[in-house]
């Protein structure tokens, strides 16, 4: 599977079947979070890997009841350090950068499990004190998201997505100049800018002359 394949086929899936997962592909999914891209290559996240029936109905019950997750061959516990964060780049490694740090390192756990067959879901939503304890995290670390991993049980549709022209500009945000985004799609991103190119130094063009007319008519009463 080639990446941009695995990207657009990832689902969050939430029903997995009773089969185990070969521990290979899960070595495979944890690798991958260590190329993921960290502020100054500084690295400050851990994970937990969860694989003990006990220990998945703990981290069920912090991610606010959501028992499907218990389902899962394989429970990923992301955690963040932002002490470490703080020790290089402040406040914004404190609280931007490590936030940032651990979910690349989430993504590239997803797509790593669909390019080897996996289903897998990002779980944000949880209980911070129930969600420590359940991993025995140290006090100065903080649990950033929960990763499920395993063989899915189900295929759903892809949710829908908010129309590329609506969230993607050319340039500057909002411009009015989305017009040549309309019916954009990523293979025709170069023929687009082109053509917004074009179109853009055309109205430089016409800017250029009119101010050109403007300065000779100026001049032209001053005579
Ligand atoms: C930050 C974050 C938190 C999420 N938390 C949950 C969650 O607690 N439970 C859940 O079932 N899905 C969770 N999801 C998965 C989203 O619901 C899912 O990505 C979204 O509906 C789009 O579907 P897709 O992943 O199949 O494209 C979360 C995703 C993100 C990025």
Redesign the pocket.
């Known amino acids: 599977m080639d990446t941009l394949e695995a990207i657009k086929k ?3 899936i ?1 029903k997995y079947k009773d089969q185990p997962v070969e521990w290979e592909k899960i070595v495979n999914v944890v690798d991958a979070a260590r190329f993921a891209p960290t502020s100054g290559n500084i690295q400050n996240w851990k994970l937990v890997v969860v694989k003990e029936t006990a220990n998945k109905k703990l981290i069920s019950h912090a ?1 606010y009841d ?1 028992k499907w997750i218990e389902s899962a061959d394989t429970i990923i516990v992301v955690i963040g350090q932002p002490a470490v964060g703080a020790r290089f780049y402040s406040g914004r490694g404190e609280h931007l950068y490590t936030i940032q740090n651990a ?1 690349a390192v989430i993504e590239n756990m997803l797509i790593a499990a669909t390019d080897q067959g996996l289903g897998s ?6 209980d911070d004190d129930l969600l420590r304890r359940s991993v025995m995290l140290p006090e100065e670390d903080l649990p950033i ?1 929960v990763v499920t991993v395993g063989y899915s049980d189900e295929d ?1 549709d ?2 829908p997505r908010i129309e590329p022209q609506h969230m993607i500009f050319l340039e500057k945000f909002n411009a009015k100049r989305k017009l040549p985004m309309r019916g954009y799609y990523s293979q025709k991103m170069p023929q687009t800018m082109e053509r917004t190119s074009k179109a853009l130094d055309r109205a430089a063009g016409k800017i250029k002359q009119k101010f050109q007319e403007f300065k000779e008519k100026q001049a032209n009463k001053q005579k």
């Open positions: 990832r689902r969050s939430r991610c959501q979910t879901c990002w779980i944000g939503a949880f998201g759903p892809m949710p």
